[in-house]
């Protein structure tokens, strides 16, 4: 196995994934507010 494209790949991997989780993080408050409010 190529070392090198393996670490990219659990690079990209993880940037996917904290950036799907930063995004929940952050509509969950937007949704939060929205269904306060109406």
């Known amino acids: 196995m190529n ?3 393996y670490y990219t790949y ?3 991997k993880s940037l996917i994934y904290s950036t ?3 995004i929940g993080l952050l509509e ?3 949704l939060n507010v929205n269904g306060k409010s109406s």
Do not use: V
Request: charged share 10%; hydrophobic share 65%; glycine share 0%.
């Open 3 to 5: 070392t090198s494209a």
């Open 10 to 12: 659990l690079l990209l």
């Open 20 to 22: 799907i989780i930063a």
């Open 28 to 30: 969950k408050p937007a």
